[in-house]
């Protein structure tokens, strides 16, 4: 859904057209100004969603590229270890976050 530039009202506008507004904002978002200061955006649920999906999938970017970055150092600076040791000291820290979940667990912090 292609967003179109934004169409601007006052509050009192906004406030006498509210019904026919809901019905049909359709892919024009309107801008609503009170002493010429904009103050509130308004858009549809589908165009809100389509933000939010599209927040998400550049968070989850983000996400990738610092992990992708952490396992080039991690790679550069183990790259003396043997898979054997890789695999250890992987079984160990599963262990270590088992061990520190479930005791958040018991003391009630996490359900």
């Given at each position: 859904m292609a967003i179109k530039q934004p169409k601007t009202m006052?509050?009192?506008?906004?406030?006498?057209?509210?019904?026919?507004?809901a019905s049909d904002i359709g892919d024009q978002p309107i801008v609503?100004?009170?002493?010429?200061?904009?103050?509130?955006?308004?858009?549809?649920?589908?165009?809100?969603e389509a933000m939010v999906e599209e927040l998400?999938?550049?968070?989850?970017?983000?996400?990738?590229?610092?992990f992708e970055v952490i396992q080039k150092h991690n790679d550069e600076?183990?790259?003396?270890?043997?898979?054997e040791e890789i695999d250890a000291i992987a079984l160990q820290a599963g262990r270590?976050?088992?061990?520190?979940?479930?005791?958040?667990?018991?003391a009630g912090e996490i359900s």
């Open positions: 006052s509050v009192t506008e906004f406030k006498s057209k509210l019904g026919s507004i609503v100004e009170n002493h010429g200061e904009p103050r509130l955006m308004v858009f549809s649920a589908e165009a809100g998400e999938r550049k968070r989850r970017q983000e996400i990738l590229r610092k600076h183990n790259a003396d270890l043997t898979q270590e976050i088992r061990e520190a979940i479930q005791a958040r667990y018991e």
